[in-house]
Every structure is written in C-alpha cells, then in structure tokens.
C-alpha cells in the first residue's frame, strides 16, 4: 500500500462548489503539506503543517483553506472553486532534519482538479 | 531573486550523452540540499541527496558548492528513461524552515 494516499485522484466541478481534497499518510510523519502544480510553474506552496496544531499558510493560500485533523491527516479545501484553481493538487509528508531524517519530503499521486 | 533558480532548459540529448544541471540558492544557512525526479503527470520522487563532499549513485553525480551557494548534478551516459523533469530542493535553515522546490529542469534523452 502507498505511503501517502490522496482522494479523490480526479475531480471535475463547478465554479462556486465547495471541494474538499483528502491526504493520508502512514509513514508517522509530523509535516505536511499541500502544493499545486500548473504547466510550467513548477510547484508552489499552499499550506503546510509541522504537527497537529500547526498550521502555516504558503506562497498561494488565498481560496484555500486547510484541516489537520490527526498526525495522519491533512485535508485541503476550496471553499468557493474558481476556474483558475484548476490544477494538479500534491500532498507531501516529511520528518523534520535532525531526528535521523533530513527532511526529505514524499508526496502522494496527486489530485487532477477541473474546475469550470 | 527567487530562493532557488535552476536552467530553464528544456535540455533535449541523444542517449549517452552526459548532461549537467545547474541550481543557485538564495539562503546561505541552508543545511539541506536534494535533487528529485518528477515524470509527467507525476509526482515528484526523491533521486538524491547532496552533500558537502559531493556525491556518486550510479550515473548520478551531484556537486555542493556553499561558497557559491551552487547545486549540480551530472547524469553521465544518458538513457531514454532519464526523460523526466529533475527538481532542486532546498531547505530553508532551520529546522523550523519548509524546503524550498526550484522551479525545474527538463530533459529529454532522444534515441
């Protein structure tokens, strides 16, 4: 089984429909993260968590908003999907440097998000 | 000037040729240096760690110049499965600090 897991694989929505993209992980990871992806931008920071009462905005948190909800869990929501906010969607987890890791991120498959 | 800058590329090689990648940081107490894969429509995995001394895995050379706050990584021999974009990361110099993903470099290794 996967280490990091991420529903649904693809989605196609609305403008204005809430959505809401899930990531698990059983790699026991303190950190996580969501970034998106778009054609020739690379990847870019949404939100980030360095433990279950973290919560961290990125580089792009605007119309995002995020949920840790257990050490395994990290869920990202779009309140009010708009056309530019499709994307490909990556969570990633990692240990912090200095605990025998070096924060070396693993990220799930990714979300394919449509929005029209 | 961005935290992590890479080539632009894309880089299109015939096979076995050796190709060099080439990443600047902006953050000089950055601690942590890696090169990832990413294939299309994929996400990205870890190829290596680089380290102060320089390190070999295979065909995979990477090079740390903290003096220059300078990245490379050397693929020797190309194949056509090399295709793919490779990634500099880089951590921000705390333990406390998010790593940082450049932008990426393409590569196409042509038969």
């Known amino acids: 089984d996967a280490d990091v897991t991420q529903t649904p694989r693809n989605r196609i929505t609305k403008t204005g429909k809430r959505i809401m993209l899930e990531c698990s992980q059983t790699?026991?990871?303190?950190?996580m993260y969501w970034y998106r992806q778009d054609p020739g931008l690379g990847l870019r920071l949404i939100y980030y968590s360095f433990d279950v009462k973290d919560i961290n905005k990125g580089e792009i948190s605007d119309g995002y908003s995020v949920s840790r909800q257990a050490q395994a869990k990290f869920s990202l929501s779009l309140e009010s999907a708009i056309p530019n906010q499709t994307a490909l969607y990556f969570c990633?987890?990692?240990?912090?440097?200095?605990?025998?890791?070096?924060?070396?991120?693993?990220f799930g498959p990714g979300t394919r998000l449509t929005v029209l | 000037r961005k935290e992590v800058e890479q080539d632009p590329g894309p880089f299109n090689v015939p096979e076995g040729a050796t190709v060099a990648f080439n990443c600047t940081y902006s953050?000089?107490?950055?601690?942590?240096f890696f090169w990832y894969r990413q294939d299309c429509r994929k996400e990205p995995k870890l190829l290596m760690s680089?380290?102060?001394s320089g390190n070999e895995d295979g065909r995979f050379t990477a090079q740390l110049n903290r003096a220059s706050q300078y990245i490379s990584l050397l693929i020797r021999d190309s194949k056509l499965s090399d295709s793919a974009t490779y990634l500099c990361?880089?951590?921000?110099?705390?333990?406390?600090?998010?790593?940082?993903f450049g932008p990426g470099t393409s590569l196409s290794v042509i038969p």
């Open positions: 990361v880089v951590n921000g110099g705390t333990s406390y600090d998010k790593v940082i």
């Open positions: 990633a987890t990692s240990d912090p440097p200095g605990r025998g890791s070096t924060d070396t991120q693993y």
């Open positions: 953050n000089s107490a950055s601690q942590s």
């Open positions: 790699k026991g990871h303190d950190r």
């Open positions: 680089v380290y102060s």
